[in-house]
């Protein structure tokens, strides 16, 4: 490090040289030095959004799709505080994004200052590595180990820099340094091996449960499907690391998911987990004796009990299993499950072609599908949007960002945008509803500014219809559930896009391949009926009580 540089520089450097190439957020007094820097800077560049929360989410978005150091910026107090839900984001999903904040003036600090916030504190709980610049010369140092602790424990670092740092000097050399670091990669012992192996043979009904860590699996994963017989379910994140049309998925578990999953693991004797910590035991079965591969060993175990524990990577792991484990030459427990998928495709199918208006919002998810190229990033927000994605959507070669661990509305939109900056090359869609559109709907016009052909289909159904089907599945009649909204389509094109409003099924279509072929980010809107419910795969007999007691509650309680 060439001495006389300033804090701004050493920090823009360091980010560099950590693969960062765009920074997002608001630019703000406290910043402001660090903003300059990167203005200069040819290697990396400002994305100025329109809700510090926008850049986080695109931030988390970028280090979820490919696994590498994404940043956003945001100044002191209000400016670091909105960038928090979408870094909870990317801790929640595990994925290594750094925050630049503002402070005020190292000499105001602890004096209740304008916009002063203990931005230690309030970062402590979203962070793996949380530390303000106390001194120019300890900022190559603590911008290394904030990147470095970023990428090797695979979650949020924060660094924050008082007013009258970033444009000090620095006056002596920094410790020298580099990206590398030393990644874990456990390896399963031989004995477990055999013992899971041993385990998979003697089962009957097996059935393999992959999550977002068997991503880059799919190949293994349908080489161990066949050679044991035994189907795959998909958790959420999960989805796309097999097709969805490979007749041995059934798709996802749990409520949003399909009845031929939840059929096979209640008849299931093996479950093989594979890089997932399913939160949802209720869908697990009870009896089943569980294999789980998985890399984080704090995971093995964390929801179950686990008969057999393969610490390490998915596809290395069931490399090492396809190895030991018997073929079988036939699985009438797969057969059956196959059958039961082609039922189930059937019904979804049927659901897809009604004509009937207002518009049902699975439309939408299989019109989509049906236009989008098969390599496209998809963008879900929360609530029943998510729904008809996971069920109605099949994937092929799709990539899929949600928020499947914080839940967190207004999530497509600014994934979207941080999808199309990583990945040019990429058709990119988001799927939301009118409430988690409308949260962020305000960085529509960063997609217009920085010409990111991003479509998004807006299901407008005019209320929050997670939070209605709820409330009449606990036996309440809806309450404080009715949106009033803007025609988005009219917003679009106000803001500079392509927009395009939809009240007949057989238009969506079109609609989407319009948007599509405008060259410009669009929405399109989807008058979509609000009486459409995103029915569980099987419905309790408690769930079916309370659902009947709550329209008899919105009938006649006053």
Not at 58 to 86: F, M, Q, R, W, Y
Not at 484 to 491: E, G, I, L, R
Request: with cysteine.
């Amino acid at each position: 490090m060439v001495l006389g540089k300033t804090v701004a520089d050493v920090v823009v450097e360091r980010l560099v040289k950590w693969g960062v190439r765009r920074v997002y957020g608001i630019p703000g007094d406290a910043i402001n030095t660090i903003m300059d820097t990167i203005r200069k800077s040819k290697e990396i560049e400002f994305v100025l959004v329109r809700h510090e929360e926008s850049g986080a989410f695109a931030a988390s978005a970028e280090a979820k799709l490919d696994g590498k150091l994404a940043a956003c910026v945001g100044t002191a107090g209000p400016g670091a505080i909105h960038l928090l839900n979408g870094l909870y984001e990317a801790k929640t999903s595990r994925v290594p994004v750094i925050a630049l904040t503002g402070q005020v003036d190292s000499d105001m600090i602890g004096t209740d200052y304008f916009q002063e916030i203990d931005l230690l504190r309030l970062y402590a709980d979203v962070s793996v590595y949380n530390q303000r610049i106390a001194s120019p010369d300890d900022a190559a140092v603590v911008i290394e180990t904030a990147c470095r602790n970023a990428v090797s424990r695979r979650g949020v670092s924060h660094v924050s820099f008082p007013l009258d740092i970033p444009r000090r000097k620095v006056s002596r050399t920094a410790p020298g340094s580099s990206v590398t670091y030393a990644p874990s990669f456990p390896v399963a012992p031989d004995a477990e091996i055999a013992r899971a192996a041993q385990l998979l043979d003697e089962g009957e009904n097996i059935v393999i449960l992959a999550g977002s860590g068997a991503m880059s699996s799919g190949d293994s994963l349908i080489s161990i499907s066949d050679k044991l017989g035994a189907p795959v379910c998909v958790t959420l994140p999960g989805k796309g690391c097999i097709p969805d049309n490979h007749p041995n998925c059934l798709g996802g578990l749990g409520l949003i998911g399909t009845r031929p999953s939840q059929d096979a693991m209640e008849k299931a004797d093996t479950v093989l987990l594979v890089g997932t910590s399913y939160p949802y035991t209720q869908f697990l079965p009870n009896h089943a004796r569980i294999i789980q591969i998985d890399i984080d060993p704090d995971q093995i175990g964390k929801r179950c009990r686990v008969d057999a524990a393969l610490l390490g990577d998915a596809d290395s792991s069931l490399r090492r299993l396809l190895q030991l484990v018997k073929e079988r030459k036939s699985s009438e427990f797969l057969e059956q499950c196959r059958r039961e998928m082609v039922q189930w495709n059937e019904k979804l199918d049927a659901e897809c072609s009604d004509d009937s208006r207002p518009i049902r919002p699975q439309i939408a998810a299989r019109a989509l599908q049906e236009e989008l190229p098969e390599d496209a990033i998809i963008c879900a927000d929360v609530g029943n949007v998510t729904v008809w994605i996971a069920r109605y959507f099949k994937s092929a070669r799709h990539r899929f960002i949600f928020s499947p661990w914080l839940g967190s509305m207004g999530v497509a939109l600014p994934s979207a945008i941080g999808a199309a900056f990583s990945h040019p090359q990429k058709t990119v869609a988001a799927f939301a509803g009118d409430g988690g559109f409308t949260m962020l709907m305000g960085d529509f016009n960063t997609a217009v500014k920085y010409s990111l052909p991003i479509i998004c289909v807006v299901i407008n159904n005019g209320i929050l219809g997670m939070i209605k089907f709820e409330q009449e599945v606990m036996g309440h009649p809806e309450f404080g559930i009715e949106l009033h909204n803007p025609n988005y389509a009219d917003y679009a094109t106000a803001c500079g896009g392509f927009g395009i409003r939809v009240t007949d099924p057989a238009e969506v279509r079109n609609a989407i391949r319009s948007a599509l072929t405008s060259g410009k980010p669009s929405i399109v809107e989807i008058m979509a009926d609000p009486r459409e419910r995103p029915m569980p795969p099987k419905i309790r007999s408690a769930q079916a009580f309370h659902y009947a007691t709550a329209l008899f509650r919105e009938k006649f309680d006053p």
